[in-house]
């Protein structure tokens, strides 16, 4: 980390010149808590897109799909565990009001990991929903749930687990196939068949009536508690965030993992810079901290976020 900027970072954050502080999270922020990002190979799941799954169109078109993604996300999720770049912003969040500032966190991530972290509910705004949170789907029943970290959610989710098939248990199954194995990018051998293409644990088919179903009308489809492409932010949220923005000027925004390519999460950035505040960008790849006139920190959001706010 360049020691040069990371003092006149400190220098400004610790005066009271910078009294409101906004962060803006995205996926890079739980990279190194072992949860993919959507950008690379982190954004294809089973060869499909994450973003082609996350439309309502893919979930009227094809429930099943789109719910083995979703188990197999949440099932990541749970797994994963806070990083130290989550619990440097929570930290904040408990300190800032004793030290005179007003802090807020706006994160993209659906994955609970900065509440999982204990960050203070009130200074956190998901503005994408969460994996944890299910919804009816029927249009004439508002039953949700918040906080269900069952896992699998119906017997017909279980397998969702892997996204490949796993040599070991495949090498006792098909002792005389010739595959050739290789090591993939979560570290598990994957299975290179013949063709050369990994191989994914096959998508099932599931019947409707083995997806999770609305307990309270008994007759609607669950849907996992996220905002899809194409839908609207949650209006309290979009409020909160407004409201804060609005009701004193913004000082300084961090902007944490995240490539700033979905709105409206990305016109925040925009609309800080505008009240004339500061701005910070946290990110292991160079091309995502051009065009940053603020401070530039590349590297791991779990490293150098400690750094930078003790
Ligand atoms: C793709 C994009 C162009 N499309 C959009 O933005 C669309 C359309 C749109 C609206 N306005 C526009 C204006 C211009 C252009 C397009 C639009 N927006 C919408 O559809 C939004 C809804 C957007 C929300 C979609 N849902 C998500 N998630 C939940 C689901 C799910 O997760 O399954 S978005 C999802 O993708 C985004 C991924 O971005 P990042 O988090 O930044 O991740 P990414 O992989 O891209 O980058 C990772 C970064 O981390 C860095 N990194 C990696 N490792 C580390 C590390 N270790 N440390 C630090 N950094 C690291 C990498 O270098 C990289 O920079 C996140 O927001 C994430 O939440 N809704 C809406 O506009 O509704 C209208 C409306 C209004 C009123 C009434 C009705 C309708």
Redesign the pocket.
């Known amino acids: 980390m360049n020691q040069g900027s990371l003092a006149s970072f400190h220098e400004y954050i610790t005066t009271d010149k910078c009294r409101t502080i906004l962060a803006l999270c995205?996926?890079?922020?739980s990279?190194?808590s072992g949860l993919p990002?959507?950008?690379g190979s982190?954004?294809l799941w089973k060869n499909y897109s994450?973003?082609d799954l996350?439309t309502p169109d893919a979930f009227n078109v094809d429930p099943g799909l789109v719910w083995q993604f979703y188990s197999y996300?949440r099932y990541k999720a749970i797994q994963a565990k806070p990083n130290n770049g989550h619990y440097a912003l929570s930290q904040l969040s408990k300190v800032a009001a004793s030290k005179g500032k007003k802090f807020l966190t706006l994160t993209?991530?659906?994955d609970g990991l900065s509440r999982r972290a204990h960050h203070d509910p009130e200074q956190l705004l998901e503005l994408?929903?969460s994996l944890f949170t299910l919804k009816c789907t029927s249009f004439d029943c508002t039953y949700t749930e918040n906080n269900n970290f069952k896992h699998p959610l119906t017997p017909q989710l279980q397998g969702c687990e892997e996204e490949w098939i796993n040599p070991r248990k495949r090498q006792r199954r098909t002792e005389n196939e010739n595959e050739n194995e290789n090591e993939n990018e979560d570290g598990k051998d994957a299975v290179i068949s013949t063709t050369g293409s990994p191989e994914f644990t096959p998508v099932k088919e599931i019947p409707r009536s083995g997806l999770p179903t609305c307990p309270q009308c008994k007759t609607g489809l669950l849907r996992p508690g996220?905002?899809?492409?194409?839908?609207?932010?949650p209006f309290k949220v979009l409020d909160q965030a407004d409201q804060f923005i609005m009701s004193q000027k913004v000082d300084l925004i961090l902007v944490?993992?995240?490539?700033?390519?979905?709105?409206?999460?990305a016109g925040y950035v925009n609309r800080v810079k505008l009240q004339g505040g500061k701005v910070a960008i946290?990110?292991?790849?160079e091309e995502?901290l051009e065009g940053c006139d603020g401070w530039k920190f590349l590297?791991?959001?779990?490293e150098l976020l400690p750094q930078a706010l003790k």
């Open positions: 995205g996926a890079g922020l990279a190194s990002t959507f950008r982190g954004g994450s973003m996350a996300r993209q991530n659906v994408h929903g996220v905002v899809w492409f194409g839908e609207s932010l944490i993992g995240t490539s700033q390519s979905v709105w409206p999460a946290f990110n292991t790849d995502d590297g791991d959001a779990a």
